[in-house]
């Protein structure tokens, strides 16, 4: 039985969806930022207001 190229594919699948979800939720931050009046630069959020 040959299960190596099925392991392979879920790998490749299970980094896909981490790469995915890391710059999903790098974009949910960026515009959360952008709603509260901050300014998105370098990854990081400054001069937003607190509270949104």
């Known amino acids: 039985m040959k299960r190596t190229g099925g392991l392979i594919g ?11 979800l890391i710059a999903r939720s790098d974009f949910v931050a960026r515009d959360d930022c952008l709603d509260a009046g901050g300014r ?4 990081e959020c400054e001069g937003a207001r607190p509270g949104g």
């Open 10 to 20: 879920l790998v490749i699948l299970g980094v896909v969806m981490a790469v995915w």
């Open 40 to 43: 998105w630069a370098d990854g």
